[in-house]
């Protein structure tokens, strides 16, 4: 299965990604992920990406579409892959069905996880994430009395971008530039809307039980 998690930032669509992906046996593909990896790790891909990220911004579709054709080319993703955060654009989101179209793909589904804004305020002012396994926890939502990871004890980690000012920035961003993509989905006729308020579990349930057409 080929498909794309949408929404706001703080929607959930990294916590869901990784169930969704380990259900689905799948790759889960985040650019985020990779960009914050390239700016860790110092790379010249780092280096460029981290000024638009402080701020906010998106790292130019250039630099962005160049990155995701070498992960989709991978042989990991021959087979299906679960995309996170990309596209963010309708020019990305163009770019992508003509890089598919020419490998003989096409994506099965676009789920768009759905919140409204005060709660995607409340994700992202208690999101913290684990240094060492990349795990999404939620300070208030995960009851969270420390800063280790329950999973593999790793400390956890405010991303600069969460800080109130960024997260202002990034939401209208978010309105400007990706919002117009439910509708260039819609138009494609594979935008399924996923009600994504409620346990984390819960809304794995509904986007699975979205996916089931698909899947198989
Ligand atoms: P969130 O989880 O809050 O939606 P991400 O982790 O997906 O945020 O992205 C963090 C930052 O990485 C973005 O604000 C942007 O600067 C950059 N980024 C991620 N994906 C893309 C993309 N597809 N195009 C451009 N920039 C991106
Ligand atoms: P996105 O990738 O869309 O930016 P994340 O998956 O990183 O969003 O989630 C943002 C924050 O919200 C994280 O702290 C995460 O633990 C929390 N979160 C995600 N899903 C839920 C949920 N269903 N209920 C409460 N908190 C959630």
Redesign the pocket.
């Known amino acids: 299965m080929r498909l794309v998690l949408v929404?706001p930032?703080?929607?959930?669509?990294?916590?869901?990604a990784q169930y969704i992906a380990s259900n689905l046996s799948i790759p889960k593909i985040s650019t985020g992920d990779i960009f914050r990896a390239n700016v860790s790790g110092g790379t010249e891909l780092g280096k460029l990406a981290k000024s638009y990220m402080d701020r906010g911004d998106l790292v130019p579709d250039e630099v962005t579409v160049a990155m995701v054709r070498d992960r989709l080319s991978e042989e990991d993703a021959q087979d299906g892959f679960l995309l996170?955060?990309f596209p963010r654009n309708v020019p990305q989101a163009e770019v992508l069905r003509d890089m598919l179209k020419e490998w003989g793909q096409t994506l099965d589904i676009v789920l768009n996880?759905v919140v409204d804004d005060d709660e995607v305020v409340r994700?992202?002012a208690?999101?913290?994430t684990c240094s060492q396994c990349g795990r999404?926890?939620?300070v208030e939502?995960?009851d969270k009395k420390d800063d280790r990871c329950d999973a593999c004890g790793g400390q956890l980690f405010q991303r600069d971008d969460d800080k109130e000012e960024t997260v202002r920035h990034r939401l209208e961003v978010y309105q400007q530039q990706t919002a117009p993509l439910i509708e260039f989905y819609a138009d494609e006729g594979i935008l399924v809307g996923v009600d994504?308020?409620?346990?984390?579990e819960e809304?794995t349930r509904r986007a699975m039980e979205a996916l089931r057409p698909f899947a198989g």
Request: proline share 7%; glycine share 24%.
């Open positions: 929404g930032p703080g929607a959930g669509k990294g916590t869901q996170d955060g996880l994700r992202l208690g999101r913290r999404i926890w939620h939502f995960d994504a308020t409620g346990p984390v809304v």
